[in-house]
């Protein structure tokens, strides 16, 4: 039997290639210098697209794919799928869930102890031999207080699990309260921004949680406040993040997502009260191979006509 032909949004580690090379067409839009020419040359065989988190597939690209009857993710956030589109035309769509929970929450308190203890500033005081003549300047503790996370979803439970090692007390805001959770749902945002000290965002994102992080939020934050997220850029209004930080009226943020990566906004990199880092929640090499067998394992199923171990769609 031929093998199918997959359409591969972006590139994926070595140990997917060997698979997805074995099993199927591999067609590497990526690559492509001209990408219209290419759909076009390729486009009418392709059965499904591979694509990441962050690339996602819109509307026209699946337009452009007449047998299209797959989108595997290979990210639990699909906010950059026209999941509307594919439903509309009978296009499956699948994720990577629960595999790079604990990952991505690590990096959430990873970043907010960066931020709070100004790890980097302190790396970089002892790496350029300034120790003893730099002052390095006392830092915010983080055990015993109060965290507010943004979204109690599956990262969300294992952000709060890891605060709660710290001691810390939790509160969130969520669309759908857990009550099975022993935490406190807050249902207004901005109360919770008021009563945390930290605030973590890991809400998904797309249009409903567009800019929820607004001027107001990190007003009510306040400047003794830390902003963590590891969501999605747009779920933060970076004009307002930058002002806040620029002014201090937020005293920092650790970020692992931005509105235009990865050409971030340059302002960025002229704060000293921000921690960056390149979307790199999912990316140990543990978690990225078990999402790559997802995606794998979801196409597998798909084409033998078995149910989709990860569906969405
Ligand atoms: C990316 C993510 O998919 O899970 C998500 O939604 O954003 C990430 O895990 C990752 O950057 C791989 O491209």
Redesign the pocket.
């Known amino acids: 039997m031929s093998r199918p032909e997959i359409l591969l949004a ?1 590139a994926y580690p070595e140990w997917d290639m060997i698979d997805l090379e074995t099993n199927y067409v591999v067609h590497k839009l990526y690559e492509a210098a001209d990408r219209d020419a290419f759909i076009k040359e390729i486009g009418g065989n392709v059965r499904a697209i591979a694509t ?4 996602g597939a819109s509307a026209e690209l699946m337009t452009s794919l007449p047998r299209l009857e797959v989108v595997s ?7 950059a799928v026209n999941l509307a589109h594919a439903r509309d035309n009978g296009i499956r769509v699948t ?2 869930p629960d595999v ?1 929970s604990d990952d ?1 929450a690590d990096l959430a308190i990873g970043l907010l102890l960066s931020a709070a203890r100004l790890i980097p500033r302190g790396d970089a005081i002892v790496r350029s031999g300034q120790w003893g003549k730099a002052a390095m300047p006392l830092v915010t503790r983080v055990s015993g207080k109060r965290v507010g996370v943004v979204g109690m979803g599956r990262i969300g439970q294992a952000i709060a699990r890891r605060a709660a090692g710290f001691d810390c007390e939790i509160r969130y805001f969520s669309r759908n309260p857990q009550p099975q959770l022993s935490y406190v749902h807050e249902a207004d945002l901005i109360a919770l921004a008021s009563w945390a000290e930290f605030l973590v965002v890991i809400v998904p ?1 797309g249009d409903a949680t567009k800019n929820i992080i607004n001027a107001e939020i990190l007003k009510a934050l306040g400047p003794d406040g830390i902003l963590v997220n590891v969501s ?1 850029g747009s779920t933060v209004d970076e004009a307002a993040l930058i002002e806040a930080l620029q002014k201090r009226t937020i005293k920092a943020a650790g970020l692992d ?1 931005f509105y235009n990566e990865p050409d971030i906004d340059e302002l960025f990199l002229t704060l000293d009260n921000v921690v960056l880092q390149p ?5 140990t090499v543990e ?2 191979k078990a ?1 790559g067998q997802l995606v794998r394992d979801n196409l597998a199923a798909h084409f033998a006509g078995q149910p989709l171990p990860t569906p969405v769609v």
């Open positions: 972006g990441r988190g962050e690339l993710v290979y990210g639990v956030g699909t906010d994720n990577t790079l991505v994102g999605r997502v979307h790199h929640g999912s990316g978690t990225r999402m």
